[in-house]
């Protein structure tokens, strides 16, 4: 009888990021080491992070998760877009894990058949399992999170298609519902403005900065259909800021934000990257 994990195969290890085990670690631990992260005041709910290669994003992406560095959550919400054309509006895995060189996160599937079952619920349909995906926005930030927290972790891997503010809403709420009793962190996985020049790129990545750092999903999903700010995770960053809403926390805090320009030294077409920390700062 073979008891060999179903592993989802990574379209981008050694490609987007460092490939060979100890390399990735040193790099990882870098990028976390240099994050200068203020004083925060109250519980963290989740981060924001961005999502493009270690090598353009990853000093954003460590100031997020430098907030949790060194704590511990059984189980991680992450919530990213689906960039290729799956005709299906939610998606998850079908594996039973993921892996990334720095080891296996096995999925949460008991937790993965709740949130399905909710959303049928509140949707009508729920998570389409899929096998041997490309998408690249959901394990970009698993070695951050293997290299963060201080124990391993159940994956709960969300990827949403749809760019709809209803179904937003309702993956967010459904995540509430079921993470309500669960020590866990959700992380919205997000970059900004796409190949515009740096000028253009910060005047809408602060128009939806604005929007998440107000709490406003509602706002985000408005700036964008005017196009004056822009959020290619747009689905899986209001989702998690309604369901961080509908587990208390009352605060986003921008930690960084830069373009990869500032990286290539190339302006003319840049993609912007930000990080944030959810907090919940009210007392019950």
């Known amino acids: 009888m073979s008891t060999r994990t179903d592993i989802r195969p990574s379209p981008i290890a050694g490609l987007w990021y460092e490939g060979e085990p100890r390399r990735l670690a040193k790099v990882v631990d870098a990028y976390l080491d240099q994050a200068q992260i203020p004083e925060l005041e109250g519980e963290i709910v989740g981060v924001i992070a961005p999502h493009a290669g270690h090598r353009y994003s ?38 039973q894990a993921y892996a990334t060189p720095l080891g296996v996160i096995p999925i949460a599937h008991d937790v993965v058949a709740a949130l399905d079952q909710t959303l049928k619920r509140r949707l009508g349909y729920g998570l389409s399992p899929v096998r041997n ?10 070695p951050f999170l293997q290299q963060a927290l201080r124990e391993p972790f159940m994956l709960l891997p969300v990827m949403v298609r749809a760019l709809d503010p209803r179904v937003s809403q309702a993956l967010g709420e459904a995540l509430a519902e079921v993470l309500a009793d669960r020590s866990a962190l959700l992380v919205a996985s997000t970059d900004l403005s796409h190949y515009y020049d740096q000028q253009t790129a910060l005047s809408l990545d602060r128009a939806m900065l604005e929007q998440i ?34 587990l208390g926390a009352d605060r986003v805090r921008l930690l960084r934000h ?26 019950p």
Do not use: N
């Open 258 to 283: 830069a373009t990869s320009g500032d990286v290539t030294g190339d302006y003319s077409q840049v993609v912007g990257y930000a990080a944030a920390v959810i907090l919940k700062t009210a007392r």
């Open 213 to 246: 750092e107000a709490f406003s999903p509602e706002g985000a999903f408005e700036v964008e259909a005017q196009e004056k700010g822009y959020a290619c995770g747009l689905g899986a960053v209001t989702a998690v800021l309604w369901a961080a809403r509908a």
């Open 133 to 142: 995906d490309a998408e690249h926005s959901l394990e970009i930030e698993l």
């Open 58 to 95: 990853g000093a954003v992406a460590g100031y997020a998760f430098a907030t949790v560095r060194g704590r511990s959550y059984p189980l991680v919400a992450v919530i990213s877009p689906m960039h290729h054309p799956y005709f299906q509006p939610l998606l998850t895995s079908a594996h």
